[in-house]
């Protein structure tokens, strides 16, 4: 069963009964967890695409967002205990915002931190500003010429006031340090612990860094991981085979596959179209690997036991990424072995919709996305092929599996509002309803969350139900999400995550 309010009996991981019962309780091993009236236990969420380090940075770095002014900025980075080297690094301011809207300059900065280098990248991460510390370091002063497209702001007797604009940013950005392995160490456990509180029990890492691998296979064994991970390296350069990594099949985690980029996105013109952008004909993206390539690289990784994600968002990528895995699929060596996704899948020509299921590829797409990018981006970018975009139900009708996940820390990880897209599809510029055709049932979002991931990676004996005999991976939500089918905007909350018969998060 998918969602349900009884009594569910959880011993050593595993559910071992489900019985009557007016309220929802869990009983995990002798211990009784009780909740309200419509509370519901529903198969633990899965985030089918996420970025866990990226995320994790995210919740730990300083953020300038809601601050009134540059003496704002200040007492926030005063406070903090988050250094890369010596540096302090924030983002998320915007003057526009402040009480005094000019462009800010270094004096104030230099006054609070004389010695320690700082770097503050602006909201729309096109601009910095910086004290004179780190001018220093990056040795730029009144005799530096700008760079190509970028500009290192002067007063007017031409020294540098700490603004840098676009491509000035990477004159100092290269003396940045990276943080260190212990910081990540933080960053992962930070967003593992955020995961459980959206009630996920297992996210899908995205174009994982091969050196963060042990970091994970350390969390597993000091059983410091409380939500179940599934690792797709880096592979675009076959980093994997570099560094030596290897399927690894642990019980919270897993190496699982290898992650390769076809293109980039719609909103930076990176995304690979057949022909031009409605709103720039000149530009059409391109790709960032031929067909040859990745289909030799991927095959590599399928003989040595992955699963093969590859990122495609334009039609010509996803129709590149369909040819790979047609070839993949044919050849005899490789005996249909290794799950194929396309991530994002989000422009399909007519043509191509068909070969998802006929290839037995997976669409892993991003229902949030759908809502994000529909502000009036995607509809300028690609007007009428909107149409054959961000398309849901017609993979399911076509007898393809599609997955879905949230693109964390770009979205929230909520698996919620992920479902709240998928089933009203209403554009966020003008409240519409983009392509009513497209939208999901609250069945078939819920399956796209909680049951394909399973069946899609051949885990389904032990996940993907709430029976006996099943894993216990629960997600415990305040309502019954059926009645979102009628009512997407009611309000439900995540009361509980169990992972493995272990409670990862508890809302009391
Ligand atoms: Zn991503």
């Not at 994997?240 to 399927?247: A, K, Q």
């Not at 609250?442 to 051949?458: G, Q, T």
Request: hydrophobic share 40%.
């Amino acid at each position: 069963m998918l969602a349900i309010t009884r009594k569910i009996i959880v011993e050593s991981g595993i559910i071992t009964e489900v019985l009557h019962s007016d309220n929802l309780e869990l009983i995990i091993d002798g211990h009784s967890y009780k909740f309200p009236p419509g509370a519901t236990a529903v198969v633990g969420f899965v985030d089918c695409h996420g970025h866990i380090a990226g995320y994790g940075m995210r919740l730990s770095e300083v953020s300038l967002k809601d601050c009134k002014s540059i003496h704002d900025c200040i007492a926030k980075l005063q406070n903090t205990k988050l250094f890369r080297g010596n540096w302090i690094t924030a983002f998320g301011w915007n003057h526009e915002n402040w009480t005094e809207n000019s462009l800010p300059t270094k004096e104030l900065l230099d006054e609070a931190f004389p010695d320690t280098p700082v770097y503050l990248t602006r909201q729309d991460g096109h601009s910095a500003l910086v004290n004179s510390a780190a001018l220093k370091i990056a040795y730029i002063n009144e005799l530096t010429t700008n760079p190509q497209g970028g500009e290192i702001v002067r007063s007017y007797d031409g020294k540098p006031t700490g603004m840098l604009i676009d491509n000035a940013m990477a004159l100092v950005e290269k003396h940045i340090p990276d943080y260190s392995l212990e910081q990540y160490t933080e960053f992962i456990k930070t967003a593992l612990s955020e995961l459980a509180r959206y009630g996920i029990t297992q996210a899908h890492d995205m174009d994982v860094e091969t050196r963060f691998v042990p970091i994970f296979n350390e969390l597993e064994l000091a059983g410091e991981m409380p939500v179940r991970v599934k690792s797709f390296v880096r592979a675009q350069n076959n980093e994997w085979l570099r560094d030596c990594v290897l399927p690894y099949k642990g019980n919270f985690f897993k190496v699982q596959g290898l992650k390769y980029f076809l293109d980039g996105a719609l909103g930076s013109y990176g995304a690979a179209l057949t022909r031009g952008y409605d709103d720039n004909e000149t530009k059409s993206g391109f790709l960032l690997l031929d067909e040859n390539t990745l289909k030799n690289r991927a095959k590599r990784g399928i003989l040595s036991g992955f699963d093969i994600a590859i990122h495609a968002i334009g039609d010509s990528a996803v129709n590149t990424a369909l040819n790979v895995a047609e070839k993949l699929r044919s050849d005899s060596l490789l005996e249909g072995s290794g799950t194929i996704r396309i991530e994002h899948a989000q422009m399909v020509l007519p043509n191509d919709l068909p070969r998802f299921a006929k290839l037995n590829v997976v669409a892993s797409v991003q229902p949030y996305h759908f809502t994000s990018d529909t502000n009036g981006m995607a509809q300028k970018r690609i007007g009428s092929r909107m149409r054959f975009s961000y398309l849901w139900e017609s993979f399911i009708q076509q007898g393809a599996t599609i997955i879905a996940g949230s693109d964390f820390p770009i979205e929230k990880p909520s698996v919620i509002d992920g479902i709240r897209s998928f089933l009203t599809r209403k554009s966020s510029l003008d409240g519409t309803i983009i392509s009513p055709n497209e939208r999901l049932s609250i069945f078939e979002a819920l399956d796209a969350y909680c049951v394909a991931p399973h069946r899609v990676h051949n885990e389904s004996a032990h996940f993907g139900c709430i029976e006996a005999g099943k894993t216990a991976d629960i997600t415990v939500l305040s309502a019954n999400p059926y009645l979102l089918q009628n009512e997407p905007e009611m309000p439900i909350d995540v009361l509980a995550t169990i992972v493995g018969g272990k409670v990862a998060f508890l809302n009391s």
